[in-house]
Nanobody
């Protein structure tokens, strides 16, 4: 079984920073794309950023330039450095990974980590 475990969420004041981490463990051959999504109260889950195994990143317009995504392939871990946070960034943040095992890719999700930005 594959598990994704997020860490780094919490409460921060507007203008502050947080760094989210998501480590993938379990039985698999490789990981393709990894990404971060968020879901605010009463809203749908939305993509924040994603990154391929080669390091190509993609961002939503709402966070572009503020929250660089990175990954350490040796550690099977993806990071989200969140800067210049504002209250609209408050949400549960989920990571996901496209994991290759048994001749196919499957998408796995973490359990989510809460980010709250106070004004």
């Amino acid at each position: 079984q594959v598990q994704l475990v997020e860490s780094g969420g919490g409460l921060v004041q507007a203008g502050g920073s947080l760094r989210l981490s998501c480590a993938t463990s379990g039985r698999f051959i490789s990981i393709n794309a990894m990404g971060w999504y968020r879901q605010a109260l009463g809203k749908e889950r939305e993509l924040v950023a994603s990154i391929t195994s080669g390091g190509t990143a993609d961002y939503s317009d709402s966070v572009k330039g503020r929250v660089p995504i990175s990954r350490d392939n040796a550690k099977n871990t993806v990071y989200l450095q969140m800067n210049s946070l504002n209250p609209e960034d408050s949400a549960v943040y989920y990571c996901n990974a496209d994991v290759y095992y048994s001749s196919r890719y499957r998408t796995y999700w973490g359990q989510g980590t809460q980010v709250t930005v106070s004004s």
